[in-house]
T-cell receptor, first 115, second 113 residues
Framework: DTEVTQTPKHLVMGMTNKKSLKCEQH?????MYWYKQKAKKPPELMFV???????INESVPSRFSPECPNSSLLNLHLHALQPEDSALYLC??????????????FGPGTRLTVT | GNSVTQMEGPVTLSEEAFLTINCTYT??????LFWYVQYPGEGLQLLLK?????DKGSNKGFEATYRKETTSFHLEKGSVQVSDSAVYFC????????????FGKGTMLLVSP
């Protein structure tokens, strides 16, 4: 099973709302990632968790708050977003984060629209 | 730093045509190389990978060979189908430290019947 699941599939939120994106994998992977993808662009890395600890934060604004409650789950908490934050948010996982040919497996994404 | 350069699209082909999407990279050491495919409205799917020089990755009729001498990892398919229409991303992962994926800009492929 190489599946990464994400919920919800679509999300529309106002700039004053608080919402969360969820990601789950059951492949035993210990590295999990959040990416942001704008239309016609490659994914941009936001956060990386390794063994449930935040390893990389690519200077993401504090209105995005990641959380890794356990080795299978990854959340992205959203608060006071701006319209320019509208994008496809992708979750991914891999065996480890350090060197190696460990490919990342991506979920289907959450299409976020901020109004 | 690491970088990946892909040919700009869209690439438009008729069904059963031969496909080549060029990808070159800049990296130190011996990175691993990947091709991901993104169908409309979906996430990225790993298509194939290669981990060392002269390795050939293959899947679903697609192939790519890791050429260190030309720092290239071109994607090929002998006979494309309409269902292959998608965006293809070439990516590399460095071989040291906290290595994450570096993506190319993506190449859109449009296949007509």
């Amino acid at each position: 099973d190489t599946e990464v699941t994400q919920t919800p599939k679509h999300l529309v939120m106002g700039m004053t709302n608080k919402k969360s994106l969820k990601c789950e994998q059951h492949m035993g992977h210990r590295a999990m990632y959040w990416y942001k993808q704008k239309a016609k662009k490659p994914p941009e890395l936001m956060f990386v968790y390794s063994y449930e600890k935040l390893s990389i934060n690519e200077s993401v604004p504090s209105r995005f708050s990641p959380e890794c409650p356990n080795s299978s789950l990854l959340n992205l908490h959203l608060h006071a977003l701006q319209p320019e934050d509208s994008a496809l948010y992708l979750c991914a996982s891999s065996q480890v984060i350090r060197q190696g040919a460990y490919e990342q497996y991506f979920g289907p994404g959450t299409r976020l629209t901020v109004t | 730093g690491n970088s990946v350069t892909q040919m700009e699209g869209p690439v438009t082909l008729s069904e059963e045509a031969f496909l080549t999407i060029n990808c070159t990279y800049t990296a130190t050491g011996y990175p691993s190389l990947f091709w991901y495919v993104q169908y409309p409205g979906e996430g990225l799917q790993l298509l194939l990978k290669a981990t060392k020089a002269d390795d050939k990755g293959s899947n679903k009729g697609f192939e790519a060979t890791y050429r260190k001498e030309t720092t290239s990892f071109h994607l090929e398919k002998g006979s494309v189908q309409v269902s292959d229409s998608a965006v293809y991303f070439c990516a590399l992962r460095a071989d040291s430290g906290y290595s994450t994926l570096t993506f190319g800009k993506g190449t859109m492929l449009l296949v007509s019947p």
